[in-house]
């Protein structure tokens, strides 16, 4: 047998295996191209247009269903920043998940669908006159308290007792991204843990707030369970000082979320179960060397719910020597911009038995750095009008996305069981106009 011979069968078996772990699990290859929730690519790029957002709504609700069961008496709330919109939000709410909201857009969101209250919690370096009045309005449940000046302002805005937690920042490396690491001290969010009892004297002093608890975010795209449990025992530890300079009991202690997602094929899946075990035993055995009883833990994921239930459909528009240009770029995928993230891409609208070859593929905006995947093999047969598929493009995409260049952000096509239905329509130029009243 020649190469020649080989080559072809090596590519068809090549484009109809579908790479593991990124891909929502209702996503399978056909000669015909990738079917996501049963429906092929082609026919949904045809249908809503390119690019476009493909959210698995039982993708979501299946990895909702995968924390409650590993951590049964977890508080789990939805970081609203990964993917806010109102479908999502009430499969969360459905999922009897609590929110985390960080600004009164999204808790406008969350008012939309009528989403619990009691069950939201407010976060924010900077909470604005706007985000209180938000708050307070629709008389949330708890507050994250993240400055001395917000506890004043929250202190003498509450009209009840309002519920809040300190934000503390327990000097633990989450080894991520230096833009999303937030567990590390000299940084913009929370108190270290030098200072954060001067903000819980702070609030215990205002008669308009209630201390609830603790909360810690040590960073997003985290997989070290070893950085969650350090982070867990030292803010119970705080909690014994607050135990015994003011006689208080702390009873919640919300850990935060930033549990990593495999983007690429081979990466690894976030610990749940470990984590779920090692948190848990480092919070009651802290507690019981220090006599306080266990407190309720809340965890507040994000992206493990979502980015991996997300798929970005594009066309091809032109190809160039190893360009491949498509009609999205950096205005739909910030974050291989931001973060330099890797990301795969896949021809998607049909297979091809072409012999790959190595392309970078890239948008449409005006910055030679709007790459969207470099050096990455595609079938060399790969033209103009093809659609691509990008995974794992469910969290931090549609809400980092941007009007740069004046171009109209994507659609949120929601998918299930052969159906699929815009949940987000895409934007028009006269949404855009319609701003502009200059
Ligand atoms: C306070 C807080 N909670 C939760 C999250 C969610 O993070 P992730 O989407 O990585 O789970 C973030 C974002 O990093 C955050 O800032
Ligand atoms: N935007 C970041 C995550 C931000 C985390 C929010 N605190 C990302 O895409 O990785």
Redesign the pocket.
């Known amino acids: 047998m020649t190469l020649t011979d080989v080559l072809p069968s090596l590519g068809r078996s090549l484009h109809t295996k579908l790479e593991p772990d990124v891909w929502p699990r209702s996503t399978s290859a056909h000669p015909d191209g990738l079917r996501i929730a049963g429906i092929p690519v082609g026919e949904l790029a045809a249908r809503f247009g390119t690019p476009a957002y493909i959210l698995d709504e039982d993708e979501v609700r299946r990895r909702c269903r995968a924390y409650r069961a590993a951590l049964p008496g977890f508080e789990i709330a939805y ?1 609203g ?2 993917l806010t919109c109102r479908a999502v939000l009430r499969w969360m709410a459905e999922e009897g998940f609590s929110l985390d909201v ?1 600004s009164g857009g999204e808790l406008a969101v969350a008012r939309a669908v009528g989403f619990p209250a009691e069950r939201i919690i407010l976060h924010g370096n900077v909470k604005t006159a706007e985000d209180w009045k938000a708050a307070l309005g629709y008389e949330i449940g708890r507050v994250v308290v993240d400055s001395l000046d917000e506890i004043d302002q929250l202190g003498s805005l509450a009209r009840h007792p309002q519920r809040v937690l300190v934000r503390v920042t327990p000097g633990v490396d989450g080894h ?2 230096k ?2 690491a ?1 567990g590390v001290e000299d940084q913009k969010f929370g108190f270290p843990l030098r200072d954060a009892m001067t903000a819980v004297d702070a609030v215990l002093a205002q008669p308009g707030l209630r201390l609830d608890g603790l909360h810690c ?1 040590i ?3 985290v997989s070290s369970v070893a950085s969650f449990e350090l982070a867990a025992r030292r803010m119970v530890e705080f909690a014994g000082a607050i135990r015994d300079r003011h006689g208080v009991v702390v009873r919640s202690l919300d850990l935060g ?2 549990h990593a997602v495999p983007y690429l094929p081979g990466q690894q899946e976030f610990d749940l179960t470990g984590y779920a075990q090692r948190v848990r035993v480092a919070v009651s055995y802290t507690a019981s060397q220090l006599g306080l009883p266990v407190p309720q833990l809340t965890i507040e994921p ?2 493990a719910l979502v980015a991996n239930a997300g798929v970005t459909l594009y066309r091809v528009v032109t190809v160039k020597g190893r360009y491949v240009a498509v009609d999205g770029g950096m205005s739909d995928n ?2 291989a911009c ?2 330099d ?1 890797k990301y795969l891409v896949r021809l998607a609208g049909r297979s091809s038995s072409a012999p790959l070859r190595t392309v970078s593929v890239v948008g449409r905006h005006c910055e030679a750095g709007d790459v969207i995947a470099a050096d990455i093999e595609l079938p060399s047969d790969v033209h103009a009008g093809d659609v691509l598929a990008v995974p794992v493009t469910g ?3 549609h ?2 996305a941007s009007n740069y260049n004046q171009i109209c952000r994507p659609p949120i096509i929601g998918v299930r069981d052969g159906w699929a239905r815009p949940l987000v329509r895409r934007e028009t130029e006269e949404d855009l106009l319609a701003r502009d009243v200059g």
């Open positions: 970081a920043k990964s960080c991520t991204h833009a999303i937030t975010h960073g997003s795209q979320g930033g994000g992206r910030m974050r931001l973060y993230a969290a931090y995409h809400s980092l």
